[in-house]
């Protein structure tokens, strides 16, 4: 099943651009965190807010939650070439137990 | 120590064949995780195991069967696979509701 839809699909940026990426979500959360994703190959945690945080930063990265309208924003500032990936986020909103539902994703291309 | 080691990197198999994937993680994680992607879309969500027990089954086929040996190890046994099973399979853990660690994956082929 999927909870979270990305918006954009795909973005394309010259480098020291600001990317944002948008999800929305449909059920109730207890947190939601955004992936990053190298070519198919594992998945890398950015950050994770929780169901009771509005906002959160962490380098480079700005996440945002809004529960009223179940939408999270991801802020990528000052892009660089390696930040070309595909970016998902992801709901935990299993009560018994934990896991993940991913969004659709967004691939971010970040060129020189 | 940060990482989830999956082995093998890639599998070919055949519809008959009889195969294992193997997951270990040494974080002292205790929840684990089974997840297929295909090409160009998000990873699904197949298996959760806490402490050991499995959790989470999102309505697998039977011949997706895991197997959680101890607290570190997560094995996914497969079974006269089908072509469209033919995905990159993804083991992650994570201490309760935290961030997940994910493995590089599994590329399996199915011929």
């Known amino acids: 099943s999927q909870q979270g839809e990305e918006d954009p699909q795909a973005l394309s940026i010259q480098e020291g651009e600001n990317a944002t990426m948008n999800c929305s979500y449909k059920?109730?959360?207890?947190?939601l965190q955004w992936y990053r994703q190298n070519s198919g190959r594992g998945l890398v945690h950015l950050i994770l807010i929780r169901s009771n945080e509005r906002e959160k930063h962490s380098g480079r990265l700005r996440v945002t939650l809004d529960t009223s309208k179940k939408s999270s924003s991801l802020l990528i500032t000052a892009s660089r070439a390696a930040d070309t990936a595909s970016y998902f986020c992801a709901t935990d909103v299993y009560q018994a137990g934990t896991a993940l539902i991913f969004g659709k994703g967004t691939t971010l291309s970040v060129s020189s | 120590d940060t990482e989830v080691t999956q082995t093998p990197k890639h599998l070919v198999m055949g519809m008959t064949n009889k195969k294992s994937l193997k997951c270990e993680q040494h974080?002292?994680?205790?929840?684990m995780y089974w997840y297929k992607q295909k090409a160009k879309k998000p990873p699904e969500l197949m298996f959760v195991?806490?402490?050991?027990?499995?959790?989470i089954n999102e309505s697998v086929p039977s011949r997706f069967s895991p197997e959680c040996p101890n607290s570190s190890l997560l094995n996914l046994h497969l079974h006269a696979l089908q072509p469209e099973d033919s995905a990159l399979y993804l083991c992650?853990?994570?201490?309760?509701?935290?961030?997940?660690?994910f493995g590089p994956g599994t590329r399996l082929t199915v011929t």
């Open positions: 974080m002292g994680h205790r929840a």
């Open positions: 195991y806490s402490y050991e027990k499995l959790s």
């Open positions: 992650a853990s994570s201490h309760d509701r935290d961030e997940q660690y």
């Open positions: 059920t109730s959360i207890n947190n």
